[in-house]
């Protein structure tokens, strides 16, 4: 091949005088191709080459052409490869297979210059807010399943084909319901209304076989509550359509992409799959913001609420407690047989209304000619008339699971005469119990080959619900030894006979744990902090309801305590033993402890680093004292305790009483409180309280 860069050469060599021959072969041409180009002074590419008019060899199909060319204009639909099969069949033997592509040439060129004319597409000019167009496509070859079942399903598209943005929702028909529920879904989420809106000839926009520009009457009405203006392409012209058309083809290509994505095309719900979709719109929305907002610049506003998607149907129910919607069979409540109840269509579901009640709501049906009958709606007659189940029209829809059609074949196999009784009132106890709890029984009686009986049925759920029952709890007794040294006063040792420090239950000496009765015993001595210890109260004869134990023969008599100032004397308690602390005599510290008049009896537990309160134990018997009540006193003059002013202590009145708590508690006396010192309880100028800590930081 000369090229345009050889000739160029040659041009300019000549411009330089050198000889023809020597340029020629400088610029790699032949001196009669150069001769040539000199000759035309045009490129080569310049030069169109020759159109051939003549043939290398004959043409095997001249003869039958005319022939042809009679028939494709009569029928202009045939094929060329439909003539030439023609061809061998007339003539046998005449034309080999091989020589197919000649008759294609010629019928392809024949179509070009003297065929139809073939359809013109025009494009065309979107405005902005004008047009919406919107339809169904099938998804089920995607394959998605959910909890691992098939979920056959389409896909309402609606798309603006201005700024192409688009909206998506899931229905299983081309109903008017699915049409409804998926425009105004896409509307709302819009925000506004263009102005036309475009289907294909569907059923639930316009009626079968009539105008294109005739809708149903429910379509009207809703294309009348948005303001919208409708419009159909014609029937069979899918490519009228074209905007959501071609969305279609992309929407799934995305959808089958992100699936692979995502690695599985399973789902736990719908609600899943649904929430899954509108992510990938709403990312394929994301690159047309642009162009939306001058869409949404001219939209016209939504109208004040939405229209009901669903269809209103008044029907009666039958003598079979079944209703038929839609050409389709649903049972509801035997107790509904003969009212008349209204029928709500939804995309998916059908609702049943009596008196202004839901009272089912039900899978809805597709197609035509089915039907959905509850076994819990009709068993309760049926196992009252057993013989009505063997010709029963709805018999199939008794078996709610494999393992009772089962279980009706092995009864059947068994027990053929009481086949039909048996399994109905296996399946009774599935409407009053549970239908997994009984198709658990059932394959536990069938596995192990037994009679899937209703009596056996009934014995397997009972035993199967044992297991399920609260857990008995058991609690072990508690030892009582532990009171009965507590009031005994005795001191708690360890295991190898050693006195442990504080009493019993290792407490602090003076101490007891919070609820438990402690007989407090006689003073000691009083210590560097001027406290006398005490070891223990012995509970004695205490007031009316509350018991005590019985004196002890060897304890000293209590010393004659003198009433104070104001208040009458009351009786005292049980005297101090001599040997617990110190010995008991007239010229032992302590006191009576007492309270004023007006005081309920009663005892508290010191607080986080405050004194004991001073307790006094005494019968507080007068014009609203109770007998033997327990009061709080603050004892007058220098006390033996720092920081403290109260009364002298009283010669001879070291006599220990019963300390009480409230008439509804059991005598004893507090632990000490959380976080506290732990002190031992002691009394000093007849005041019981806590030992006080070195250090208090609110003082």
Not at 623 to 644: E, I, K
Request: proline share 6%; with cysteine; charged share 25%.
């Amino acid at each position: 091949m000369v090229t345009d860069q050889q000739v160029r050469r040659l041009r300019r060599l000549d411009l330089i005088g050198l000889p023809k021959g020597q340029a020629a072969a400088r610029a790699g041409l032949d001196d009669k191709t150069a001769r040539k180009y000199r000759r035309l002074g045009r490129l080569p590419s310049e030069v169109r080459p020759m159109d051939r008019n003549w043939r290398t060899r004959p043409d095997p199909f001249s003869g039958v052409w005319p022939q042809l060319e009679e028939q494709l204009a009569l029928n202009p639909g045939l094929e060329a490869k439909t003539l030439f099969e023609h061809l061998q069949r007339q003539d046998p033997g005449r034309f080999a297979d091989g020589q197919l592509r000649a008759p294609q040439r010629r019928v392809k060129r024949w179509r070009a210059l003297h065929g139809p004319a073939k359809e013109v597409f025009f494009n065309q000019v979107h405005q902005p807010g004008r047009l919406c167009a919107s339809d169904f496509t099938h998804c089920t070859d995607l394959g998605v399943t959910i909890a691992g079942a098939p979920f056959p399903h389409l896909v309402y598209h609606f798309v603006l084909t201005y700024s192409n943005w688009e909206a998506g929702s899931v229905c299983f028909a081309e109903s008017f319901a699915s049409l409804s529920a998926g425009l105004q879904g896409a509307l709302w989420e819009l925000g506004g209304v263009p102005e036309v809106h475009r289907t294909d000839c569907l059923t639930a926009a316009v009626p079968p076989g009539g105008d294109r520009q005739v809708f149903q009457p429910r379509y009207q009405a809703l294309l009348r509550h948005y303001g919208l203006r409708g419009q159909a392409i014609n029937p069979g012209e899918a490519h009228g359509n074209g905007d959501v058309e071609q969305s279609h083809r992309q929407f799934k290509r995305a959808l089958g992409q992100a699936l692979l994505l995502r690695g599985s095309r399973d789902f736990a719900g719908r609600q899943e799959y649904a929430a899954f979709l509108r992510q990938l719109v709403a990312q394929r929305n994301a690159g047309r913001r642009q162009r939306l907002a001058e869409e949404l610049a001219v939209l016209r506003p939504l109208a004040g609420r939405r229209l009901e998607s669903c269809q209103r149907l008044r029907v009666r129910v039958d003598a079979g407690g079944t209703i038929h919607v839609r050409k389709n069979v649903y049972s509801v409540s035997s107790r509904l047989i003969g009212e008349w109840v209204e029928a709500r269509l939804y995309a998916d579901h059908v609702e049943v209304w009596y008196g202004q009640r839901l009272v089912e709501r039900l899978p809805r049906l597709r197609g035509a000619g089915k039907h959905r009958v509850a076994y819990r709606h009709v068993i309760d007659w049926l196992v009252r008339k057993p013989g009505a189940f063997a010709g029963y029209c709805y018999r199939d829809d008794l078996f709610p699971s494999s393992r009772f059609r089962q279980a009706d074949d092995a009864l059947c196999r068994q027990q053929p005469e009481r086949a039909a009784k048996e399994y109905l009132r296996v399946l009774h106890l599935a409407a009053r119990h549970s239908e997994a709890g009984v198709e658990a029984a059932l394959a536990a009686l069938l596995d192990r080959g037994a009679a899937p009986s209703a009596a056996a049925v009934e014995e397997q759920l009972r035993v199967s619900d044992r297991p399920l029952s609260v857990t008995d709890v058991t609690v072990a007794p508690v030892g009582l030894t532990v009171y009965d040294a507590l009031l005994g006063g005795e001191e708690a040792r360890d295991g190898d006979g050693t006195e442990r420090e504080g009493g019993a239950g290792g407490a602090p000496a003076g101490a007891a744990p919070a609820g438990v009765p402690l007989g407090l015993r006689g003073a000691g001595a009083a210590g560097a902090a001027g406290g006398a210890q005490l070891r223990a109260l012995p509970a004695g004869a205490g007031g009316a309801g509350v018991p005590g134990a019985a004196a002890e023969p060897d304890r000293a008599a209590a010393a004659r305590v003198a009433a104070a100032v104001g208040e009458e004397l009351a009786g005292a308690g049980p005297e101090a033993v001599p040997a617990a602390g110190a010995a008991a005599g007239a010229g032992a510290p302590g006191g009576v402890v007492r309270g004023p008049a007006r005081e309920r009896a009663g005892a508290r537990g010191a607080g986080l680093g405050e004194d004991a309160p001073v307790v006094c134990g005494g019968p507080g018997a007068g014009a609203v004292g109770a007998s033997r009540a327990v009061h709080d006193v603050q004892p007058a003059g220098a006390g033996p305790v720092r920081r403290q002013e109260g009364a002298e202590i009283e010669p001879g009145a070291e006599a220990a009483v019963g300390l009480r708590r409230a008439a509804d508690r059991r005598p004893g006396v507090g632990a000490a409180v959380a976080g506290g010192d732990g002190g031992a309880v002691h009394a000093a100028g007849g005041a019981v309280r806590a030992r006080q800590r070195a250090h208090d930081p609110r003082r």
